[in-house]
T-cell receptor
Framework: GQQVMQIPQYQHVQEGEDFTTYCNSS?????IQWYKQRPGGHPVFLIQ?????EVKKQKRLTFQFGEAKKNSSLHITATQTTDVGTYFC????????????FGTGTQLKVEL | DGGITQSPKYLFRKEGQNVTLSCEQN?????MYWYRQDPGQGLRLIYY???????QKGDIAEGYSVSREKKESFPLTVTSAQKNPTAFYLC????????????FGSGTRLTVV
């Protein structure tokens, strides 16, 4: 079946450093979404990317969808303690029934 | 305010007992989902429903059952056949299954004692 892998699994950064998580699918995706889950909380939808090569920004967050629509990345510039949490990508397989498959997640810790 | 409500937040159950987790949404969303999350793990799909009176098995449906008699409600029953039921259960909904993002409830943490 379809697999969506994320790397790294964990990342510790100092406040102010940048952070990137990468998402890779074994199959082509029709779209990809990103979610953030704070410790003890539930996932919250951040953004959806649909087009090949698409780049979207939300303040310090930059999301990118690969040209082949099989990978994606989330980059956070100048991390803050409020960025702490686990970031999940989730993809829909082209022609694959439309349900989302979630990635394994990247847990981000930010130290002062 | 519109949202999705899961209850209870914490649930303890004895081995061999069935238990039902509630999920209610007032967002007028057609699609609803149940996910299981284990510590340090991603989300695994248990069941999903695209429309009232219809639901489909996800990746880990064994030992679980659902119903979708009303658009607003999608309860999940964890049966005694589920071998490792202790987990964090998340319900979600979306406008449709093809394109939109998911809204998640705050989850139910189930512990089997």
């Amino acid at each position: 079946g379809q697999q969506v892998m994320q790397i790294p699994q964990y990342q510790h950064v100092q406040e102010g450093e940048d952070f990137t998580t990468y998402c890779n699918s074994s199959t082509t995706l029709s779209n990809i979404q990103w979610y953030k889950q704070r410790p003890g909380g539930h996932p919250v939808f951040l953004i959806q990317l649909v087009k090949s090569g698409e780049v979207k920004k939300q303040k310090r967050l930059t999301f990118q969808f690969g040209e082949a629509k099989k990978n994606s990345s989330l980059h956070i510039t100048a991390t803050q303690t409020t960025d702490v949490g686990t970031y999940f990508c989730a993809g829909r397989v082209t022609g694959g029934g439309n349900k989302l498959t979630f990635g394994t997640g990247t847990q981000l810790k930010v130290e002062l | 305010d519109g949202g999705i409500t899961q209850s209870p937040k914490y649930l303890f159950r004895k081995e061999g007992q069935n238990v039902t987790l509630s999920c209610e949404q007032n967002l007028n969303h057609d699609a609803m989902y149940w996910y299981r999350q284990d510590p340090g793990q991603g989300l695994r799909l248990i069941y999903y429903s695209q429309i009232v009176n219809d639901f489909q098995k996800g990746d880990i449906a064994e030992g679980y059952s659902v119903s979708r008699e009303k658009k607003e409600s999608f309860p999940l029953t964890v049966t005694s056949a589920q071998k490792n039921p202790t987990a964090f259960y998340l319900c979600a909904s979306s406008i449709d299954i093809q394109t939109s993002g998911y809204t998640f409830g705050s989850g139910t943490r189930l512990t089997v004692v």
